[in-house]
Every structure is written in structure tokens, then in C-alpha cells.
Nanobody, 122 residues
Framework: QVQLVESGGGLVQAGDSLRLSCAAS????????MGWFRQAPGKEREFVAA????????YYADSVKGRFTISRDNTKITVYLQMNSLKPEDTAVYYC???????????????WGQGTQVTVSS
């Protein structure tokens, strides 16, 4: 079965950087889209970024464009989210997710990790 395990969260100050990792296992992911989502307290979960495993095409939410970069390492079967210039409003639990589907669609992710907390202090 598919397992997604996030790591790398923590407490940082505004302007700092953080890199999240998502280790994937359980099947071949070459046909998959891997995504990052986040959920802040009292808010709905929102899309952050996505990448196609095979070609490495990427897609970002407007709120993180130019600050966050999603990438993948095929040998380690790991997806990363490099977060720069962090803001207090980036504070949330960040989730890794996987699906077979369109890169630019926020929907139909059917595998999820347990999440990792990112807290950005002002």
C-alpha cells in the first residue's frame, strides 16, 4: 500500500527557509502527481504545489509562487518543498499527497501523509 511520510517541519522566524520532505513507498510512482497541501487552524485545507513524477512539471498556488519550490528525487523516491521567505501566514500543517490525474487539478488526491507542522513567528 502507498505510504507517504512527511518530515522537516518546525518553528522558524519570518524570512527564514525550511525544506519539507515526503518519502513515498508502496508502489511505482512514475504515473503519479505528487502534491503539497496545508491547513491552518480554523481554515480549510488548501493546495500549495504539485509535481509530476515522470516529467517534473510543476504547478503552484499563487500565494507561494516565487517563494516555494517543489522537486523530486527519483532515486530516493522523495518529494521536497523548499520554502523561502516564510511568512507568519504560512503557518499550517503541511501534507503530502499523491494521485493519478491532472497536474493542475486540486482534486482527486487519494493518498495522504500524516502531516508536519510548520510555524512561522513574526
Amino acid at each position: 500500500q502507498v505510504q507517504l511520510v512527511e518530515s522537516g517541519g518546525g518553528l522558524v522566524q519570518a524570512g527564514d527557509s525550511l525544506r519539507l520532505s515526503c518519502a513515498a513507498s508502496g508502489r511505482t510512482f512514475s504515473d503519479y502527481v505528487m502534491g503539497w497541501f496545508r491547513q491552518a487552524p480554523g481554515k480549510e485545507r488548501e493546495f500549495v504545489a504539485a509535481i509530476t513524477w515522470s516529467g517534473g512539471s510543476t504547478y503552484y498556488a499563487d500565494s507561494v509562487k516565487g517563494r516555494f519550490t517543489i522537486s523530486r528525487d527519483n532515486t530516493k523516491i522523495t518529494v521536497y518543498l523548499q520554502m523561502n521567505s516564510l511568512k507568519p501566514e504560512d503557518t499550517a500543517v503541511y501534507y503530502c499527497a499523491a494521485k493519478i490525474g491532472r497536474l493542475s487539478s486540486y482534486r482527486a488526491y487519494n493518498y495522504w501523509g500524516q502531516g508536519t507542522q510548520v510555524t512561522v513567528s513574526s
